[in-house]
């Protein structure tokens, strides 16, 4: 991405400081943001043993609902297996579904930035969906089709292990947390999966339409880091 444009997703969001990469989460002096906790729990039950390669697997030549009949290629998540920090969008739109990749598409070069702003790239992070196959013409996923990848989803979570969880949009939040609470309500509290701490943000899709909103997309990444530094 040329430095004209990453000046201007980091202007939508509100950023008008770089952070220099070298400075881990931890290291950065942060506004105080207003912390309420709330516990949302599903508890979850995951394979005794499983490695990645099974996974993997297992999610290229699922059939397990309808989509595997549309997509082009299964999306599985991409970067450090052993992330601290885990982005779960909602599914994969044409650019993901043409490349087998996580959030390569508009939407996905805000993600990145909005992930260098917190002093990490995206080979530091985990990235996945809730869905691993496109929902055509861009709907949001049927309920058969979230169950189907549930377990995909639960599993990805318990190899990685991450410190924290960023639900990223309200699809992605509303099925993680089991609710169908506007995301309004979900942000800015501390949710829980599996005694994972959970922090909803803003979909960069919708950040992207939604300029005014990108004071609060801000907001929520360093209400993340503060969470991830108390752990
Ligand atoms: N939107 C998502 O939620 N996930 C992707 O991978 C791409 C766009």
Redesign the pocket.
Known sequence: MDNALRLQYLDAMGIDVWIPRHLAPSHLELPSVAITSCVETRPESVPVSDDWDTLAAEVAACTRCGLCSTRKNT?FGSGNKNADWLFI?????QH?DEQGL??V?N??QLLTEMIRAIGLGREDVFIT?IVKCRPPNNRDPHADEVAGCHDYLQRQIALIQPKIILA??RIAAQTLLGTDAPLSKLRGRVHNVNSIPVIVIY?P?YLLRSLLEKRKAWQDLQFAIKTLQKQ
């Open positions: 999306v969008g909602e599914g994969p739109g993901e996580p959030f598409g939407a996905g969906n990223v949009g979909h899709a």
